[in-house]
């Protein structure tokens, strides 16, 4: 197959009396003699896309490749209103290579159900009683898990055994993961402490000290493993499992590919190492290609076919031809639940819709069909009475409503309590159908009889189109299909009419993937480069040959642009990557390389990137952004326009929604691109400084951003810094926001549980104007109006009690001296986890130190430091002339407001004297 990436490009003044709203066009392949069609897709052209800035119109779709291969093919883009308006461009294969021929899949020879299924029968022998590296390319749902579970238990049968670590794309299977296997595993020998990664790289650093399983996602375990060679228990792993390992294919997959490399460098420098890998995947075409990329052993890779399930899959795919997207969906939905009520008669059924809004409307459109049968209840397998009592627990109303009639739906914005209920009714046959999202397809742990995927397109709002589902979602979606009736499990597919034989060729036939690395080298670069793995060009072209990028240069040269698929072109063309890309790099000040002797040495730009997990392309816009004069309103639009929020959706009909909130916030942007997912970051993060309630859909973005903020804020406390900038108190000051969803200017005692803006005035009234005053006037025996105070706070008892909770226990109260050489005393820990209710994940307390002159609004000196009872610090500083100097030592919290500390003192320097600070800080509970 030829995938092709058509840019069409409107080169024409719109005029509305002429053109309306939109135009429609047809893009059409012909072969080289121009007699058959190879595929034709409508193309339709909005007025408010073709007059923007920027109004190029990406087109993506495959088209099948003869042999012998044909010297051209033709693309016509044409009108369909307009006579002559149509553009036609030849694509020239003259230096096309086509890849290699993908050897055939293993067949299956074993039938014998009654311990394992045949593909858990074959793959024992290797995954249990060797150690040696394994690929296992086997269908969703073929129990590939188990597979997983066999090399566990045979490194746990081992005397002594070093740790394990089980790597998922996604968090969701790492939860369902980690889950089951606490419960199954736990126990094993004595017990196993089964931990899954959390991505605050100090958790994670305990988590992987006591854990002999851990679970993580590739983007935790890439953090956690960069500085591998000062994390000595990184280098006792000695089993390593990548399961769902065809994800390297996907867009995020070059981090996915770059552990794995990773770990496969560690065990060829580490002469003690012991390292085990094992990689598990659908049936792969190029299954070889991963295995030798791992360093199986031919013997030891496993492929086999996408049939060889352990049920039969009975797949009909059917097609329609609707352009406009409601109306498709509409006109699927009857048979959808046709195909429910005759192939899944009294049996579980799943179908799959492209959004959360989708889900409720196609339950309700099956529904309707239901009522039309005059069988308002065909979907209910017990009586209302029993279901009742749960019903009354669910949040959702619509929802609810669907329950009582068989039907539930489940997306990736429901509660976490409504989701156990439906997967529950489910799971024990109450209800007969689940309504899903395509996002929720790695997290419902449920099977069905049949599986109906209804419409493989979901729209991009950043782009203005619908994208085609990833074909891994697709197989995963055909992989809940377990639950058998004649010995088989069904699956109906409806895709629009130009996908059909895309669809058809490659869920009946293994599935092929490249590496996306090259798009992402520069990122791997400043990682390696930062820990001094890379030290010159010469290593970072050693480095490549580590990676599966690498092994497919030459298998698939065109894919990669690859001109010479010789040794020598070879060469060349790594060379120039590798040459091309650390020039980029240095002249975005990130890193320093010397072309003449080949040296290379990270800046500290570089060491910050690879520190806080961000990308080149946001550190550039820091350097760039960042300076001296930057205030709060400055950095808020800065650290929102970095490219990690690239991946935020927008949704149709979204802009109105945000152009709202966006009126309500404070701060505003000075160029607004409103249909930019930089745009919605800037406001939803201004949204959660609000606490606005938000509709589900912009709360699950709004978690997402919270989730990746701290670590920019981090960045750009370091960059301000390093330049001896003042201003990176107010990046601190944002982080403080972040955690607890509070503007600078509001109130401290917002952050006590319960207390609403009605509370808070009430306090204010009592002279109690931060958390502090608060603890005070809780004393009765010191504050005459506490009866009263209490009368008019309203709370009751147990709110009372998770106040003084949080104001004694979680709430830090710090003592800061400072003095010169001062020696203290260790003590025993507190728990320095955050009260932070609007923030997403567990966070853990953070604080900066910092000496600075405020006059000059000079920084000298900063450390990042995490306090528990007492904790002495040394901080080193330059005082830019001679003579007095009025300083501030501040202590700045990273997640609580009203704690921050600034006390001053004066020196007196004189040229070439030396000064250093002794900082004690010691929390005293009782105070």
């Given at each position: 197959?030829?995938?092709?990436?058509?840019?069409?490009?409107?080169?024409?003044?719109?005029?509305?009396a002429l053109h309306g709203a939109a135009e429609s066009f047809w893009i059409m392949v012909e072969d080289c003699d121009g007699e058959d069609v190879l595929f034709h897709d409508q193309f339709i052209l909005r007025k408010d896309y073709a007059v923007a800035e920027s109004n190029e119109h990406l087109i993506e779709f495959t088209v099948p490749i003869t042999d012998p291969m044909p010297p051209n093919y033709f693309i016509s883009v044409v009108s369909d209103r307009w006579m002559h308006s149509e553009t036609r461009l030849p694509i020239s294969f003259q230096k096309l290579i086509l890849p290699e021929k993908f050897p055939r899949t293993h067949s299956s020879i074993y039938n014998d159900?009654?311990?394992?299924?045949?593909?858990?029968?074959?793959?024992?022998?290797?995954?249990?009683?060797?150690?040696?590296?394994?690929?296992?390319?086997?269908?969703?749902?073929?129990?590939?898990?188990?597979?997983?579970?066999?090399?566990?238990?045979?490194?746990?049968?081992?005397?002594?055994?070093?740790?394990?670590?089980?790597?998922?794309?996604?968090?969701?299977?790492?939860?369902?993961?980690?889950?089951?296997?606490?419960?199954?595993?736990?126990?094993?020998?004595?017990?196993?402490?089964?931990?899954?990664?959390?991505?605050?790289?100090?958790?994670?650093?305990?988590?992987?000290?006591?854990?002999?399983?851990?679970?993580?996602?590739?983007?935790?375990?890439?953090?956690?493993?960069?500085?591998?060679?000062?994390?000595?228990?990184?280098?006792?792993?000695?089993?390593?499992?990548?399961?769902?390992?065809?994800?390297?294919?996907?867009?995020?997959?070059?981090?996915?590919?770059?552990?794995?490399?990773?770990?496969?460098?560690?065990?060829?420098?580490?002469?003690?190492?012991?390292?085990?890998?094992?990689?598990?995947?659908?049936?792969?075409?190029?299954?070889?290609?991963?295995?030798?990329?791992?360093?199986?052993?031919?013997?030891?890779?496993?492929?086999?076919?996408?049939?060889?399930?352990?049920?039969?899959?009975?797949?009909?795919?059917?097609?329609?031809?609707?352009?406009?997207?409601?109306?498709?969906?509409?006109?699927?939905?009857?048979?959808?639940?046709?195909?429910?009520?005759?192939?899944?008669?009294d049996k579980p059924a799943m179908v799959f819709v492209s959004s959360r809004k989708q889900t409720r409307f196609t339950a309700r459109d099956i529904l309707a069909a239901c009522l039309a049968d005059e069988n308002e209840d065909r979907f209910l397998r017990v009586g209302l009475d029993q279901l009742r009592p749960i019903l009354e627990r669910v949040h959702e109303e619509a929802l609810a409503e669907a329950l009582s009639h068989g039907v539930g739906y489940y997306h990736e914005a429901l509660s976490q309590s409504d989701k156990r209920i439906v997967k529950h009714l489910y799971n024990q046959g109450a209800i007969q159908v689940v309504v899903a999202s395509r996002d929720v397809c790695?997290?419902?742990?449920?099977?069905?009889?049949?599986?109906?995927?209804?419409?493989?397109?979901?729209?991009?709002?950043?782009?203005?189109?619908?994208?085609?589902?990833?074909?891994?979602?697709?197989?995963?979606?055909?992989?809940?299909?377990?639950?058998?009736?004649?010995?088989?499990?069904?699956?109906?597919?409806?895709?629009?009419?130009?996908?059909?034989?895309?669809?058809?060729?490659?869920?009946?036939?293994?599935?092929?993937?490249?590496?996306?690395?090259?798009?992402?080298?520069?990122?791997?670069?400043?990682?390696?480069?930062?820990?001094?793995?890379?030290?010159?060009?010469?290593?970072?072209?050693?480095?490549?040959?580590?990676?599966?990028?690498?092994?497919?240069?030459?298998?698939?040269?065109?894919?990669?642009?690859?001109?010479?698929?010789?040794?020598?072109?070879?060469?060349?063309?790594?060379?120039?990557?590798?040459?091309?890309?650390?020039?980029?790099?240095?002249?975005?000040?990130?890193?320093?390389?010397?072309?003449?002797?080949?040296?290379?040495?990270?800046?500290?730009?570089?060491?910050?990137?690879?520190?806080?997990?961000?990308?080149?392309?946001?550190?550039?816009?820091?350097?760039?952004?960042?300076?001296?004069?930057?205030?709060?309103?400055?950095?808020?639009?800065?650290?929102?326009?970095?490219?990690?929020?690239?991946?935020?959706?927008?949704?149709?009909?979204?802009?109105?929604?945000?152009?709202?909130?966006?009126?309500?916030?404070?701060?505003?942007?000075?160029?607004?691109?409103?249909?930019?997912?930089?745009?919605?970051?800037?406001?939803?993060?201004?949204?959660?400084?609000?606490?606005?309630?938000?509709?589900?859909?912009?709360?699950?973005?709004?978690?997402?951003?919270?989730?990746?903020?701290?670590?920019?804020?981090?960045?750009?406390?370091?960059?301000?810094?390093?330049?001896?900038?003042?201003?990176?108190?107010?990046?601190?000051?944002?982080?403080?926001?972040?955690?607890?969803?509070?503007?600078?200017?509001?109130?401290?005692?917002?952050?006590?549980?319960?207390?609403?803006?009605?509370?808070?005035?009430?306090?204010?009234?009592?002279?109690?104007?931060?958390?502090?005053?608060?603890?005070?006037?809780?004393?009765?025996?010191?504050?005459?109006?506490?009866?009263?105070?209490?009368?008019?706070?309203?709370?009751?008892?147990?709110?009372?009690?998770?106040?003084?909770?949080?104001?004694?226990?979680?709430?830090?109260?710090?003592?800061?001296?400072?003095?010169?050489?001062?020696?203290?005393?260790?003590?025993?820990?507190?728990?320095?986890?955050?009260?932070?209710?609007?923030?997403?994940?567990?966070?853990?307390?953070?604080?900066?130190?910092?000496?600075?002159?405020?006059?000059?609004?000079?920084?000298?000196?900063?450390?990042?430091?995490?306090?528990?009872?007492?904790?002495?610090?040394?901080?080193?500083?330059?005082?830019?002339?001679?003579?007095?100097?009025?300083?501030?030592?501040?202590?700045?919290?990273?997640?609580?407001?009203?704690?921050?500390?600034?006390?001053?003192?004066?020196?007196?320097?004189?040229?070439?004297?030396?000064?250093?600070?002794?900082?004690?800080?010691?929390?005293?509970?009782?105070?």
């Amino acid at each position: 197959m030829l995938r092709v990436e058509l840019s069409i490009t409107p080169n024409f003044e719109w005029d509305d009396a002429l053109h309306g709203a939109a135009e429609s066009f047809w893009i059409m392949v012909e072969d080289c003699d121009g007699e058959d069609v190879l595929f034709h897709d409508q193309f339709i052209l909005r007025k408010d896309y073709a007059v923007a800035e920027s109004n190029e119109h990406l087109i993506e779709f495959t088209v099948p490749i003869t042999d012998p291969m044909p010297p051209n093919y033709f693309i016509s883009v044409v009108s369909d209103r307009w006579m002559h308006s149509e553009t036609r461009l030849p694509i020239s294969f003259q230096k096309l290579i086509l890849p290699e021929k993908f050897p055939r899949t293993h067949s299956s020879i074993y039938n014998d159900w009654e311990y394992f299924n045949k593909i858990q029968t074959q793959t024992f022998n290797t995954l249990y009683t060797t150690d040696d590296n394994a690929f296992i390319g086997a269908p969703t749902g073929s129990g590939k898990t188990v597979c997983a579970e066999f090399a566990l238990l045979r490194h746990w049968a081992k005397p002594e055994y070093g740790r394990a670590v089980y790597i998922a794309p996604f968090q969701e299977q790492v939860d369902v993961r980690h889950a089951d296997w606490e419960k199954r595993l736990g126990s094993v020998r004595g017990g196993k402490d089964i931990v899954k990664l959390t991505g605050e790289t100090a958790t994670d650093l305990k988590l992987l000290e006591k854990g002999d399983l851990i679970l993580a996602t590739p983007i935790q375990w890439d953090v956690l493993s960069r500085q591998w060679q000062r994390r000595k228990n990184i280098m006792t792993v000695e089993l390593f499992i990548a399961d769902e390992l065809h994800l390297l294919g996907g867009q995020s997959g070059y981090i996915y590919e770059i552990i794995v490399s990773r770990m496969h460098y560690i065990r060829s420098q580490v002469e003690e190492m012991s390292l085990r890998i094992i990689g598990l995947s659908v049936s792969l075409a190029n299954a070889r290609d991963i295995g030798e990329w791992i360093d199986a052993k031919k013997k030891d890779i496993y492929n086999f076919s996408p049939h060889a399930r352990p049920l039969p899959l009975e797949l009909r795919i059917q097609p329609y031809s609707i352009p406009h997207f409601p109306s498709l969906m509409l006109a699927m939905a009857k048979p959808a639940y046709l195909a429910i009520t005759e192939t899944s008669v009294d049996k579980p059924a799943m179908v799959f819709v492209s959004s959360r809004k989708q889900t409720r409307f196609t339950a309700r459109d099956i529904l309707a069909a239901c009522l039309a049968d005059e069988n308002e209840d065909r979907f209910l397998r017990v009586g209302l009475d029993q279901l009742r009592p749960i019903l009354e627990r669910v949040h959702e109303e619509a929802l609810a409503e669907a329950l009582s009639h068989g039907v539930g739906y489940y997306h990736e914005a429901l509660s976490q309590s409504d989701k156990r209920i439906v997967k529950h009714l489910y799971n024990q046959g109450a209800i007969q159908v689940v309504v899903a999202s395509r996002d929720v397809c790695w997290e419902l742990h449920c099977t069905a009889h049949l599986v109906v995927v209804m419409g493989t397109q979901y729209y991009e709002g950043r782009e203005h189109r619908y994208l085609d589902y990833p074909l891994s979602e697709v197989l995963q979606m055909f992989g809940k299909a377990l639950q058998p009736a004649d010995g088989r499990v069904r699956g109906v597919l409806m895709v629009p009419g130009t996908k059909r034989e895309y669809y058809k060729k490659f869920l009946n036939e293994a599935l092929p993937v490249e590496s996306h690395l090259h798009n992402f080298v520069h990122d791997a670069f400043v990682t390696e480069v930062s820990t001094k793995m890379i030290e010159s060009a010469e290593d970072a072209i050693n480095w490549t040959t580590f990676t599966y990028f690498y092994r497919r240069l030459l298998a698939n040269p065109s894919y990669y642009s690859l001109t010479s698929a010789t040794n020598d072109g070879l060469n060349a063309y790594l060379s120039d990557l590798v040459v091309t890309t650390l020039n980029e790099l240095t002249e975005s000040k990130i890193i320093d390389f010397d072309e003449d002797d080949g040296s290379v040495a990270p800046q500290n730009a570089a060491m910050i990137a690879a520190y806080y997990n961000i990308s080149y392309i946001t550190m550039q816009t820091f350097l760039l952004s960042l300076s001296a004069k930057t205030k709060l309103k400055g950095i808020l639009e800065i650290v929102t326009s970095a490219t990690e929020f690239e991946s935020i959706q927008i949704r149709r009909h979204e802009e109105s929604l945000l152009r709202r909130i966006y009126d309500r916030v404070p701060v505003k942007m000075s160029e607004p691109v409103y249909d930019s997912p930089h745009f919605k970051t800037f406001v939803l993060l201004q949204a959660h400084f609000s606490r606005m309630q938000l509709p589900i859909d912009l709360a699950k973005d709004q978690e997402m951003i919270i989730s990746k903020i701290l670590s920019l804020l981090s960045a750009t406390v370091d960059v301000l810094s390093s330049d001896g900038h003042l201003n990176a108190m107010f990046a601190m000051e944002m982080s403080q926001m972040s955690v607890q969803a509070l503007w600078d200017r509001d109130s401290p005692l917002k952050q006590i549980p319960h207390f609403s803006p009605e509370v808070v005035k009430v306090a204010n009234e009592f002279g109690i104007k931060d958390i502090f005053d608060f603890m005070e006037a809780m004393n009765p025996e010191e504050n005459p109006d506490y009866a009263k105070l209490i009368q008019r706070l309203g709370l009751s008892q147990p709110q009372l009690a998770q106040a003084a909770n949080f104001t004694n226990t979680k709430y830090p109260d710090i003592t800061l001296n400072f003095e010169i050489e001062r020696e203290v005393e260790e003590d025993e820990e507190v728990d320095t986890t955050v009260h932070a209710p609007f923030y997403p994940t567990k966070k853990m307390e953070n604080w900066w130190l910092v000496v600075g002159e405020e006059s000059s609004k000079t920084l000298l000196a900063i450390k990042r430091v995490t306090i528990g009872e007492q904790l002495k610090v040394r901080l080193e500083y330059t005082v830019p002339t001679a003579g007095k100097h009025d300083l501030k030592l501040f202590l700045m919290s990273d997640s609580y407001i009203g704690v921050d500390q600034e006390p001053t003192f004066s020196i007196t320097a004189a040229e070439g004297m030396d000064i250093d600070e002794d900082v004690d800080e010691d929390e005293d509970d009782e105070e």
